[in-house]
Each structure stands twice: as C-alpha cells, then as structure tokens.
C-alpha cells in the first residue's frame, strides 16, 4: 500500500513537469519557426523615392514597379533597337558603381570562346569523368565548372579585351547624371581567372552595362550608348548614337540565344516563363557581393517579337530570398504584363519605331574618350 502511495505521488509531481516541458517545447518550436518566417520575408521598401520618370515610358513604368514589389532592387528597360532606356526604377542603386555580375558574366565568357574557336555550340566539354556539357546546356543551367574551363582556356588578356569590348568598367550611358561605371581588374584575380568567367569575381557591373550588353545581343551585334530622356521633349526628339559594333564570330549571337532561350525553358529562368508567341531569352545570377555583403540575384533578357521588343534587367539585393531565379520572375512578371495590355502588338503603337530620327554614329574620338571613364 505503501509502495502504491509514494508511485502516485511522484506521478502527481512528475505529470506536471512532463506538461510543462510539453508546452515548453511547443512554445520554443513556434518561436523558431517564427523567427525563420521573420528571416525568410523579404523586408518591404519603396525602391521608387526620388526617380526622376518626366521622360519615361509610363506603361512600362508602371508594369516594372508593380513586379518589383517591394524588393531592394533596381529594374532597367531598354530598347535595343536604339539604346533608349524607358524606365530605370530605384536610378539611386542603377547608377551606382555596381555589384558582383555572378554568372551573368557567362554570356561575355561564351561569346569570347566561341569568337576565339576555344569552342563551338556543340562542342562537349568534360566537367567530370562522365559528365559533359555543351554551351546551349550549360548555358541553361548555369554550370560553373563549365565557364570556368572556358576561362582557363581563353587566358585572362582576351578575357579582359572581350568584357571591354562590350561595355565592362566604362560607364553605359552618354550624359546620364550620377552615372558610375563598373570595373574591371588590371590582372587575373588571386583565385584565377576560371573564377572571373563563371561568377564575375574581379569585375563590378551595373544594371546599365548588362542591359547595354543584352541590347547589343538583342539587336544583333550594336552596342549602344544609353540615353535616358529626362523629359517628354527629350524623348521626343531623341537620336540613337552608336557606341561600337562588337567585333564577334559571326554565329556568335545566334549560338547563345539557344542557351538563354533554354534557361527560360528549362533551366535556371523557369520562373520568367513565356509564351510560344513571346519567347523570352536571357541569363540569371546569383552570388554574394563580399563588397556590400549582400546576396546578389541578376537576370538579364529580352524579349523576340515582331513589335516594341525590350531589354530587361532586374537587379536585386538584400540577404534573404534573393536570387537569380527571383529576379526572373520579376522580369516574367513585368512581360506578362505588358502582353496582357497588347504592347507587343504590331499596331499597339507604330510611332515608337516610325519617328525615330536617323541614327547618329559616334565619332571616333568619343569612343576613345569613352574608354577613360
């Protein structure tokens, strides 16, 4: 009787610790799944104080602004056809020196092999024993062992000529106020080159370089000063002035495209999406910027239609959820949109392309002097 008496007792003493340790555990598990909520939630800023939008495009304006949400980034629009840039959203962040490009820079490591017959489309390059990778594949993919062949194979010097060439380390834009360009190192970064051509490490971009380099995919080999009209007058008259022609394998371009096409299709842009009317082509990145100790996701497209085709880059910054594969969808967000409202229709608005004043080619001494920026 005894022994019954002191079991319950102790039962009586530990029961309620048992529930207490019980709720304990509750309350600490939803405690960190709070605090992982909390760190998982993209914070929410305004990323459209103090721009300047007198000579924007106010359709694509609002279908930028709306995507981006409230992520820190910058969101660029471009014509490629003349190097008009129709909306810059946070212009603070986009013209700011610049970031990491992460593996955006594989279109500049991808078009220098195949102009220096380092590779072909189809050529197979082993990244392992029994895995190899083509360009359109590992452009779609993303795949870092691959670039980074392609960059020991090419040698730092005509890496360097070729991300200068299309417009790394000089500023994008003729007269744009606040402009900073990005750079580009002097010498092969301490942990070799096959690092620069497959993340970028060593260069400093802007959203303006990537979106003059995707124009000049776009429209076929011209690379374009970016002019930003500052009032409706301005974009009224405005005069598209030629920066250079890029000096490239003749199939270059068109080798690529498979690549940046296959990333929206089956690759690292699934989330920018298309339609089979409206393809959409580009290249993300994703990396941490040791610089600014931010994560950094970049996409880079455009877009092959009949009508008002446009560059867009989305640059996104922060510490949590960002990503290239974000920033696609941001792009797809901002295409669907104008889709949905016919912008791409041939005879959705004619005069875009009608009224353009005949082309300005760039003297020679200015292309000289646009180097020393």
């Known amino acids: 009787m005894k022994r019954w008496l002191i079991v319950s007792v102790l039962l009586l003493q530990v029961l309620p610790l048992a529930v207490i340790g019980q709720s304990q555990q509750r309350r600490t598990a939803a405690a960190r799944k709070k605090l992982v909520a909390s760190r998982r939630t993209v914070p929410s800023v305004d990323p459209t104080i103090g721009d300047n939008i007198d000579g924007d495009d106010l359709t694509i304006r609002r279908a930028a602004v709306t995507a981006l949400g409230g992520y820190a980034g910058s969101v660029v629009v471009v014509d490629p056809a003349s190097g008009r840039i129709l909306t810059m959203v946070n212009q603070k962040l986009a013209l700011q020196t610049g970031f990491i490009p992460c593996s955006t820079i594989k279109l500049v490591t991808s078009l220098a092999a195949l102009t220096e017959n380092v590779v072909s489309k189809n050529t197979s390059v082993y ?118 022609q890029l000096e490239l394998a003749s199939n270059g371009i068109e080798d690529i495209k498979f690549g940046m096409r296959g990333a929206v299709d089956f690759g690292t842009a699934r989330r920018a999406g298309y339609d089979a009317s409206e393809p959409i082509l580009g290249k993300t990145g994703t990396c941490t910027d040791f610089q600014s100790s931010n994560k ?23 510490h949590v959820n960002i990503s290239g594969p974000v920033a696609a969808g941001v792009a797809g967000a901002i295409y669907r949109n104008l889709s949905a409202q016919r912008y791409f229709a041939a005879d959705s608005d004619p005069k875009r392309r009608s009224d353009l004043p005949e082309i300005i080619t760039t003297m020679p001494c200015c292309i000289a002097t646009a180097h020393q920026h």
């Open 127 to 244: 990244i392992s024993r029994y895995v190899s990778y083509n360009m359109t594949q590992a452009l779609a993919r993303s795949n870092n062992q691959y670039f980074n062949i392609l960059g020991r194979r090419l040698g730092f010097d005509r890496v360097h000529k070729y991300a200068q060439m299309m417009g790394f380390g000089e500023k994008a834009g003729l007269d744009i106020t606040g402009e900073q360009p990005g750079a580009l190192p002097d010498a092969e970064p301490p942990n070799g080159v096959g690092m620069m051509t497959s993340f970028g490490t060593g260069i400093s971009m802007t959203p303006l370089e990537l979106a003059g380099l995707l124009g000049a995919i776009a429209n076929g080999g011209t690379l374009y000063y970016l002019q930003y009209p500052q009032t409706q007058q301005d974009a009224d008259h405005f005069a598209p002035q030629i920066k250079r």
């Open 296 to 318: 950094m996701g970049w996409f880079g497209s455009f877009n092959e239609v009949g009508a008002h085709q446009l560059v867009v880059v989305v640059m996104l910054t922060g």
